[in-house]
């Protein structure tokens, strides 16, 4: 049983476009949510996160939205780079839990 | 970056064999974690510590045992190999408010 989907497996953009990277999640005892960003042969690194009591939280060219009725979150990378080509993991966590329960992740490709 | 190191990076070991992971912070932090990666199934949870001598089972802890004597020092033990076990395994710290910050990454090969 999935707690938290990422459903595309793959993404392909063009660079200077949007690029949108999309998670659902079942549990709604989760309160706190997480993406990271991963490169080959290296750890996930955290890029950005959002409390259930925001729908909305901005770093730079990173916008995490947080649709709680709907159980979505969804990460917005505006304009995308060939550098933000990586693997995407949307993590949650909350409900007093130190654990992280982690999406299967979508693979971005930014086309230059 | 967080300050944390795994070792070995890239392990080749053979069937049966028992084997040990490390995972070193220079954090000070109550929780580490060990995940593991693999094609298909993102990032799960093998087991965590919430402090010395402290630790819980995760989702896929079957075959796996860690040990934490010390703040610092996380270890992973794979009891006797298989070749289901190969896989990149990471080693997490938390910091505040839930948000882990992961190590390197250790390539294990079990032939």
């Known amino acids: 049983d999935q707690q938290v989907k990422q459903n595309s497996p793959s993404l392909s953009v063009q660079e200077g476009r949007i690029s949108i990277l999309n998670c659902d999640y079942t549990?709604?005892?989760?309160?706190?949510f997480l993406w990271y960003k991963k490169y080959p042969a290296e750890g996930p690194t955290f890029l950005i996160s959002?409390?259930?009591?925001?729908d909305k939280n901005e770093d730079g060219r990173f916008t995490v939205f947080l649709n709680k009725s709907a159980k979505h979150l969804s990460l917005h990378i505006v304009p995308s780079q060939p550098g933000d080509s990586a693997v995407y993991f949307c993590?949650?966590?909350?409900?007093?839990?130190?654990?992280?329960?982690f999406g299967k992740g979508t693979k971005l490709t930014v086309n230059p | 970056d967080a300050g944390i190191t795994q070792s070995p990076r890239h392990k080749v070991t053979e069937t049966g064999t028992p084997v040990t992971l490390r995972c070193h912070q220079t954090?000070?932090?109550?929780?580490m974690y060990w995940y593991r990666q693999d094609p298909g199934h993102g990032l799960r949870l093998i087991h965590y510590?919430?402090?010395?001598?402290?630790?819980d089972k995760g989702e896929v802890s079957d075959g796996y045992s860690v040990s934490r004597s010390k703040t610092e020092d996380f270890l992973l033990t794979l009891e006797s190999a298989t070749s289901s076990q190969t896989s990149v395994y990471f080693c997490?710290?938390?910091?505040?408010?839930?948000?882990?910050?992961f190590g390197p990454g250790t390539r294990l090969l079990v032939l």
């Open positions: 954090e000070n932090h109550r929780y």
């Open positions: 993590a949650a966590g909350g409900g007093g839990s130190e654990k992280l329960v």
């Open positions: 510590s919430y402090g010395v001598k402290d630790t």
């Open positions: 549990n709604s005892m989760f309160d706190y």
């Open positions: 959002i409390s259930s009591i925001k």
């Open positions: 997490a710290i938390s910091g505040a408010r839930e948000t882990q910050y």
